[in-house]
């Protein structure tokens, strides 16, 4: 059970790493603002929420898995001690 939630959570840390590098292209656009474009914007925007939802998902099924690794084993998951190990 415990793999599959931290598959899960590799999965939707892999898309927010996605996101962040989708992100990237948008610092050119400061050197020619007038070529920004509404559909440019709203991509920047779905971009955006993408990556909050993707990382609150990573970061708080993190303390779901602890939790459950608590509840049944009494300690926290070993191999989740970091905030950025899967």
Not at 49 to 77: D, M, Q, W
Request: glycine share 8%; net charge positive.
């Amino acid at each position: 059970m415990y793999m599959l939630l931290r598959v899960v959570r590799g999965l939707f840390g892999f898309i927010f790493a996605l996101q962040i590098v989708g992100l990237i292209p948008v610092l050119s656009w400061f050197s020619d603002p007038s070529a920004i474009t509404g559909a440019m914007l709203a991509k920047v925007i779905i971009k955006l929420i993408a990556l909050a939802l993707t990382g609150c998902v990573f970061i708080y099924s993190r303390k779901a898995i602890n939790a459950l690794h608590t509840k049944f084993k009494g300690e926290p998951h070993p191999s989740l001690l970091g905030t950025w190990s899967l």
